[in-house]
Every structure is written in structure tokens, then in C-alpha cells.
């Protein structure tokens, strides 16, 4: 896939841990997005970044921080995570409101 | 009234067979409806979308129906093969905003 990527595909952290996901897109959008895809869920979108400027915040809990240094990169830093954050974290994004494109995902696991 | 809810949340059919997935919202400020498909390990992609100006949109062995009155869409996938099994998604765009709202989820499983 080379329309949105994401690094790393696989993550095992614990509880007291730092880490970072990255997303990166290639098709020339505006917005990108993380979501939490989890079991029997419905994707639950997180941030919303129009041209880097947070647009949507859904009551996302502070151990999640999201960053988007420009329209084509966004991160996701976690800290001090819990075990019912362990999930799929999805990527994605579009030319305004237009269709949304996804990443392959993170797939997360805290111990 | 954000909520799409999707049914079945499982489904086997034969293959050749006929798989259909309904979804139904209550927002009728909704504008663009588009079908999801997941693999396992993927994320999700886009399979085919439809606006409320249209009753149906078919492309190739998948075709959106629209029953705007009823408030329900559905997805359905003729001659289903075995590659298709996967995970299908329907979601909603409100309107104005990025928000998609995503149903829940259908596994599809097509039995060879």
C-alpha cells in the first residue's frame, strides 16, 4: 500500500512505556485522521487534522497525544497507557470532506 | 441519531450465492454513504459509495440499494466468491464535518 502507510504494524508496550505511531499519506490530502478500531466496535474516530490544525478532538483521554507536523505526516505519541487501549489504530485520510482513505493500521497490544 | 446500525453481524452464504448487508440510520442530514471492505491485517477500503440522490449504484458484482424513505441502504454482492470474505463496513458522512459515522461490522464468509 502506498497511498496511506504506517509505522510500526505491530506494537507491544507496557503500561509505563513511551512509544509513537506514525502515519504518512502520498495522495496530496488536506486531512488526515486516527482512529481505534477494537472488537465489535465501530471504528471510533480520535483526531482530526485539517492542513495540521486539530479540527476533532473526541474526548480522547490525555495518554494519547496526537501531533501533525505538516499535511502529509501525523503521529499518535502514547504514555502511560492502559490494557483496554490495546486495539488497531487506523490512519486515514482526504481531500476535504471527500472519501476517507485507510492505513493497514497499528496493531497494538499493552501489557 | 449519529448511529448506523448494521445487520447481519455475520453472514455465510455459498459461493455463487447472494450476500446482502443492511444498514439503517436516523440522521436523514446524512450526504454520502460508502461500503468498506477489511481483510484481515488490512485496514479498511473503500468499496463503492453512494449519495441520496440515487436509488442504486452497481459496479461490477457490487451494488449500493438506496431506500431513502425508509432510511436504510443496503450492500449487495452477486456471485460472491471466497475472496471476498472479509469484513464489510457501512458508514455515513455528516454532512459539512470530517465525521463518518461506521456501523459495526459485518464478517461475510463465502464457502467455496
Known amino acids: 500500500e502506498t497511498g496511506v502507510t504506517q509505522t510500526p504494524r505491530h506494537l507491544v508496550m507496557g503500561m509505563t512505556n513511551k512509544k509513537s505511531l506514525k502515519c504518512e499519506q502520498h495522495?496530496?490530502?488536506?486531512?488526515m485522521y486516527w482512529y481505534k478500531q477494537s472488537a465489535k466496535k465501530p471504528l471510533e474516530l480520535m483526531f482530526v487534522?485539517?492542513?495540521?490544525?486539530?479540527?476533532e478532538n473526541n474526548s480522547v483521554p490525555s495518554r494519547f497525544s496526537p501531533e501533525c507536523p505538516n499535511s502529509s505526516h501525523l503521529f499518535l505519541h502514547l504514555h502511560t497507557l492502559q490494557p483496554e487501549d490495546s486495539a488497531l489504530y487506523l490512519c486515514?485520510?482526504?481531500?476535504?470532506?471527500?472519501?476517507?482513505?485507510f492505513g493497514p493500521g497499528t496493531r497494538l497490544t499493552v501489557l | 441519531q449519529q448511529q448506523v446500525k448494521q445487520s447481519p453481524q455475520s453472514l455465510i452464504v455459498q459461493k455463487g450465492g447472494i450476500s446482502i448487508i443492511n444498514c439503517a440510520y436516523e440522521?436523514?442530514?446524512?450526504?454520502?454513504f460508502p461500503w468498506y471492505q477489511q481483510f484481515p491485517g488490512k485496514g479498511p477500503a473503500l468499496l463503492i459509495a453512494?449519495?441520496?440522490?440515487?436509488s442504486e449504484k452497481k459496479e461490477g458484482r457490487f451494488t449500493i440499494s438506496f431506500n431513502k424513505s425508509a432510511k436504510q441502504f443496503s450492500l449487495h454482492i452477486m456471485d460472491s466468491q471466497p475472496g471476498d470474505s472479509a469484513t464489510y463496513f457501512c458508514?455515513?458522512?455528516?454532512?459539512?464535518?470530517?465525521?463518518?459515522?461506521f456501523g459495526t461490522g459485518t464478517r461475510l464468509k463465502v464457502l467455496a
Open positions: 486515514a485520510s482526504s481531500q476535504e470532506v471527500g472519501t476517507q482513505y
Open positions: 495522495l496530496g490530502h488536506n486531512a
Open positions: 487534522y485539517n492542513f495540521k490544525e486539530q479540527t
Open positions: 440522521n436523514t442530514a446524512f450526504d454520502y
Open positions: 453512494i449519495r441520496p440522490d440515487v
Open positions: 458508514a455515513a458522512s455528516d454532512p459539512g464535518t470530517y465525521k463518518y459515522i
